[in-house]
T-cell receptor, first 114, second 114 residues
Framework: AQSVSQHNHHVILSEAASLELGCNYSYGGTVNLFWYVQYPGQHLQLLLKYFSGDPLVKGIKGFEAEFIKSKFSFNLRKPSVQWSDTAEYFCAVNAGDSSYKLIFGSGTRLLVRP | DAGVIQSPRHEVTEMGQEVTLRCKPISGHDYLFWYRQTMMRGLELLIYFNNNVPIDDSGMPEDRFSAKMPNASFSTLKIQPSEPRDSAVYFC????????????FGEGSWLTVV
């Protein structure tokens, strides 16, 4: 069965610090990968996605992620975080088959201190 | 994000009462998903539909839960009878083919069962 692991459950950073959130998945076949963000009290919004092609994917708000197939990883990065990036971040995967159902990691809560 | 209407946005109900959550996705979608989010269990896929047909309901926790999609523009998730452990945020999500394999989320229904 597919699974997604996010090892950092809570991250606290100061503004302008660099961010990297880890995401590993277990599935041997073709995958589609996603990062979603959930601001306090809101729904999930798509940050970026990877389907194929260039493994370095750029998303909204200055976020990027790199797909490393050999490591089954899809880590999220941002060079300089802002207070407004305080949110919970979810990595998700679907199997690249026709079901499109997403399996989510447990999420990482990011707190950015001004 | 593509729009969707979920209702009610917030509901507080007493244990034993029937709860019906509603989702009206954007037209042109093909897959519709119901997810539940709790602190303890994170984001769980309950059920999903393809062109109004239920495909996989293995995530539905108990027989108290049921979901229908009578037409392409409307879906319901019903809990009868409700229990305090059903308290969660319930999200409707959908795939909009013109946007590729991306899944978009509605704003959620925040349910509290007392």
């Amino acid at each position: 069965a597919q699974s997604v692991s996010q090892h950092n459950h809570h991250v606290i950073l100061s503004e302008a610090a660099s961010l990297e959130l880890g995401c590993n998945y277990s599935y041997g076949g073709t995958v589609n990968l996603f990062w979603y963000v959930q601001y306090p009290g809101q729904h999930l919004q798509l940050l970026l996605k990877y389907f194929s092609g260039d493994p370095l994917v750029k998303g909204i708000k200055g976020f990027e992620a790199e797909f490393i197939k050999s490591k089954f990883s899809f880590n999220l990065r941002k060079p300089s975080v802002q207070w407004s990036d305080t949110a919970e971040y979810f990595c998700a995967v679907n199997a690249g088959d026709s079901s499109y159902k997403l399996i989510f990691g447990s999420g990482t809560r990011l707190l950015v201190r001004p | 994000d593509a729009g969707v209407i979920q209702s009610p946005r917030h509901e507080v109900t007493e244990m034993g009462q029937e709860v019906t959550l509603r989702c009206k996705p954007i037209s042109g979608h093909d897959y519709l998903f119901w997810y539940r989010q709790t602190m303890m269990r994170g984001l769980e896929l309950l059920i999903y539909f393809n062109n109004n047909v239920p495909i996989d309901d293995s995530g539905m926790p108990e027989d108290r839960f049921s979901a229908k999609m009578p037409n392409a523009s409307f879906s319901t998730l019903k809990i009868q009878p409700s229990e305090p452990r059903d308290s969660a945020v319930y999200f409707c999500a959908w795939r909009h083919p013109p946007s590729g394999n991306t899944i978009y989320f509605g704003e959620g229904s925040w349910l509290t069962v007392v």
